[in-house]
């Protein structure tokens, strides 16, 4: 009976740890890998990066120049089972997909003007001063957007080798998963 007792206890301690750690992993912090090559020179492939998922929980919009992680299914409506199968430790369980799962830097955020015009960008008619950038771009023409409301547009910081809004639109708010700490 004692040993019942005692298993029981360390089933409890352990379950109580871990819905502990996927509530944090779900609302307030979590590390993800950044996985190629879009966002050299500032992030580099397979550096491990530390996210506050606080910005998503409460719904705050990033800041211009924010490093955010999004979910590029642009057009797929997010769901909280979408937030716990996309936490970390509900990962290891469960045959998830991360692919979907980008990090990239905050361009224009709603209600703004960009333009790519000669191989630079424009927010709002003033070129963006971008130091982080990994090279000159090299675009194929001249483009516009004007940001929708509750949606920002991103970019990798390596221009030239970058999948981001130019390629897949809009991001909804709700699929900024969260801000880069360090």
């Excluded at 819905?19 to 307030?28: E, H």
């Excluded at 020179?41 to 990066?49: A, E, K």
């Excluded at 971008?130 to 771009?137: F, G, V």
């Amino acid at each position: 009976m004692n040993l019942l007792k005692q298993m029981w206890s360390w089933f409890g301690s352990i379950a109580i740890s871990f819905i502990l750690v996927v509530f944090l992993g779900v609302f307030v912090f979590q590390s993800t890998k950044v996985m190629g090559h879009s966002m050299d020179p500032t992030l580099h492939d397979s550096q491990r990066v530390y996210v506050s998922k606080l910005s998503h929980t409460f719904s705050y919009e990033p800041n211009y120049g924010d490093i955010v992680i999004i979910d590029s299914r642009v057009d797929m409506k997010r769901t909280f089972k979408n937030d716990l199968l996309d936490s970390p430790l509900l990962s290891l369980f469960t045959k998830g997909d991360d692919k979907h799962v980008w990090i990239k830097r905050v361009i224009g955020k709603p209600g703004d003007q960009l333009e790519l015009k000669d191989d630079k960008m424009y927010r709002n008619g003033q070129l963006l001063d971008e130091p982080y950038i990994n090279e000159a771009m090299r675009a194929n023409g001249n483009k516009q957007w004007t940001v929708p409301e509750d949606h920002v547009f991103v970019m990798g910081d390596n221009r030239n080798n970058s999948m981001d809004s130019r390629v897949i639109g809009f991001v909804p708010l709700d699929h900024v998963l969260g801000k880069k700490l360090f």
